[in-house]
């Protein structure tokens, strides 16, 4: 019996055919798998919606008026309270900031400890004396932590010359964790790799004002869009 096999030219042919075809069907197959960044975030920022919903709802955590009597919104009330065997809350201004802190991290499934590694006090040199002794109009309370999905949390909260009703709290999360690119849109400090995106970023911050609104800040379109509910979950 003859044998027959493939000439190298018939080869040659059936794999110029498959790199065709590759070319062809594989860019529309990538577009139309899901980009985990963007599923991520879904996920970071209904798991903070939630969150902040429980907690400014719960009159334990916030009453709606406050020990001296005085009627309060959302999370203006810093009173303390306790909490799952803990203390939030408190008179100074480290102890104000950390109850919103405090109470959203032990809300969370936080993995391992919860770090403190950023400055307490931010001196601001241009404030009035008369804002703050010192000058110390704008300050910040930061927690670092992971939760078992890898998300990297710093939690913040600044303070504003006008008062704690004029608060924010913000929250920056990495959605995989330490892995790269580790970039934030519209980070002025970032470097120029992160500068040069233009989709895929793997931070966003979160801006949480007292009466428990959560705003996207305006630059970072990418997370915005990708936080739609009716936008696509594919790049």
Known sequence: MKKTAFTLSELMIALTVLGILCATVLPAIL??????NKIMMKRAYYTTANIVSDMINDPNL??????????????DNTDEVTY??????GTNIQDKAAKFIGLFAVHLNVDGEIEDECPAVTIDPDAPP????????????????????GINWDLRTKYHPEGFGANTHVITVDVNGDKKPNCLQGDSDADNAC????????????????????EIPEE????????????????
């Open 195 to 214: 500068k040069s995106r233009t989709k895929n970023f793997d931070r966003f911050s979160m801006e949480i004002s007292n009466d428990g609104t959560i």
């Open 62 to 75: 916030y009453a709606p008026v406050d020990n001296s009597g005085t009627t309060r919104v959302g999370f």
């Open 130 to 149: 008369s804002i703050a002794p010192g000058g110390q109009s704008y300050r910040k309370i930061c927690r670092l932590f992971t939760t078992p999905d």
């Open 31 to 36: 577009r139309t798998m899901p980009n985990q």
């Open 84 to 89: 799952a065997g803990q203390n939030y809350g």
């Open 220 to 235: 970072q379109s990418w997370a915005r869009e990708a936080l739609q509910v009716s936008s696509s979950l594919t790049d």
